[in-house]
C-alpha cells in the first residue's frame, strides 16, 4: 500500500498546527483508505487540533470582550469628561 499520500498530508496538517505553512486552505484525503499504522498519529494530530481550536475560541471570546468595552467608550465629541469602566 503506498503511504505517501498520508504522510504528505500529516505531515501538512503538522505544519499548520505549528503555524509554519500557511499555503492553500484545500485538501483532499488520498483517495486509498487511511492504513492502520497512521492511527496513532492521526489520534494525536485530532487532540492537537482539537487544542487548537479551543484556543482560537478563548481568542475569539477575549476579542469579544475588547469590543464591548470599545462600544462603550463615548463618543471623541463630547464635552464631557468621559471615564471607562473596564471591570464591569
Do not use: C, K
Not at 14 to 29: F, K, T, V, Y
Amino acid at each position: 500500500m503506498n503511504t505517501a499520500a498520508w504522510t504528505s498530508l500529516f505531515d501538512r496538517f503538522e505544519r499548520e498546527l505549528a503555524g509554519i505553512d500557511e499555503g492553500d486552505a484545500s485538501w483532499h484525503p488520498p483517495a486509498e483508505p487511511m492504513p492502520e499504522e497512521f492511527a496513532d498519529r492521526a489520534r494525536t494530530l485530532l487532540l492537537r487540533q482539537q487544542e487548537r481550536i479551543a484556543e482560537i475560541r478563548g481568542q475569539q471570546d477575549a476579542i469579544a470582550h475588547q469590543l464591548v468595552a470599545l462600544r462603550r467608550v463615548p463618543d471623541a465629541a463630547s464635552d464631557s469628561p468621559a471615564y471607562l469602566d473596564v471591570a464591569g
